[in-house]
């Protein structure tokens, strides 16, 4: 794939401060794009991200926001026009995730789940696609998880955000793409970021022994995947959902 696919673009990555979004925000560097990097309170590790990026020879702002409040959203898209210009692409990343038993998700947790993984795609999504619109032309990756194709009995509101955001992902593409808007989605399968802190040892090696490759992925083999979504070696795919994971998941 051409790398002058992203010379002169603007990205801007949610979530960008670290494990999957940070590799994202590498990748589209080294590619030749000028990249603004979300976050919501981690200022040093997106400030890290920033020195990567410029390392690797681009542009680099962090532009702090809640993807899950509109107004936040508004004032961290204008800070980006104003530094980079319009918003050529988008990669959706912010999300959270916790292991919450069927007996302990409350209306809270499930409520914020939503919030950030599927409310805050749909509001950042909705704050650039007018400019994309009126220059015609967009390219927009969201980040799903295999989480939304099994049973997940101790991420029930996770899975249910991530099966939103690969329903999202086909309707809104379909909506788009008369303006040249073209929309994938990546599910990543478990993959060694920070996310994985919490998760116990037994939970990992029962996890690699039901992945064919038998390892878990790294946060540059997803973002590869981004890079291509992104670029025009991916021209004709609309609305897909592109699983990562080492064959834990098949999909017909």
């Given at each position: 794939?051409?790398?002058?696919?992203?010379?002169n673009?603007?990205v801007?990555?949610?979530?960008?401060?670290r494990?999957?979004?940070?590799?994202?925000?590498q990748?589209?560097a080294?590619a030749?794009?000028r990249v603004?990097i979300n976050f919501?309170?981690?200022e040093?590790?997106?400030?890290?991200?920033?020195r990567l990026?410029e390392?690797a020879g681009a542009?680099?702002?962090?532009?702090?926001?809640?993807?899950a409040d509109?107004?936040?959203?508004?004032?961290?898209?204008a800070k980006?026009?104003?530094?980079?210009?319009p918003?050529?692409?988008l990669?959706n990343?912010?999300?959270?995730?916790?292991y919450?038993?069927?007996?302990?998700?409350?209306?809270?947790?499930?409520k914020?789940?939503?919030?950030?993984n599927?409310?805050?795609?749909y509001?950042?999504t909705w704050?650039?696609?007018d400019?994309?619109?009126e220059?015609r032309?967009?390219r927009?990756?969201?980040?799903?998880?295999i989480s939304?194709?099994?049973?997940?009995?101790?991420?029930?509101a996770y899975?249910?955000?991530k099966a939103?955001?690969?329903?999202?992902t086909?309707?809104?593409s379909e909506?788009?793409?008369?303006?040249n808007?073209r929309m994938n989605?990546?599910a990543?399968?478990?993959?060694?970021?920070?996310?994985?802190?919490d998760?116990?040892?037994p939970?990992?090696?029962?996890?690699v022994?039901?992945t064919?490759m038998?390892?878990?992925g790294?946060?540059?083999?997803?973002?590869?995947?981004v890079?291509?979504?992104?670029?025009?070696?991916?021209?004709?795919m609309?609305?897909q959902?592109?699983v990562?994971?080492?064959?834990?998941?098949?999909l017909?």
């Open positions: 794939m051409s790398e002058a696919d992203f010379e673009r603007t801007l990555v949610t979530g960008g401060s494990g999957i979004g940070r590799a994202c925000c990748r589209l080294s030749g794009a603004a919501r309170s981690r040093q590790d997106a400030l890290e991200t920033a990026v390392a542009q680099a702002m962090i532009v702090p926001a809640d993807v509109p107004q936040s959203v508004a004032v961290m898209v980006v026009n104003d530094r980079f210009g918003i050529d692409m990669v990343n912010a999300g959270i995730f916790e919450v038993t069927p007996d302990t998700t409350t209306l809270d947790h499930w914020r789940t939503i919030d950030v599927l409310t805050g795609l509001i950042v704050a650039v696609k400019q994309m619109a220059r032309f967009g927009i990756v969201n980040m799903s998880s939304a194709l099994r049973s997940r009995p101790y991420g029930i899975s249910a955000s939103g955001v690969i329903a999202f086909k309707s809104a909506a788009l793409i008369p303006f808007i989605a990546v990543p399968g478990l993959v060694e970021t920070e996310i994985i802190d998760v116990d040892q939970t990992i090696d029962r996890i022994e039901q064919p038998k390892r878990i790294q946060a540059e083999e997803i973002a590869d995947v890079h291509f979504l992104l670029s025009e070696a991916s021209r004709f609309l609305g959902t592109v990562a994971c080492g064959g834990r998941v098949m017909p």
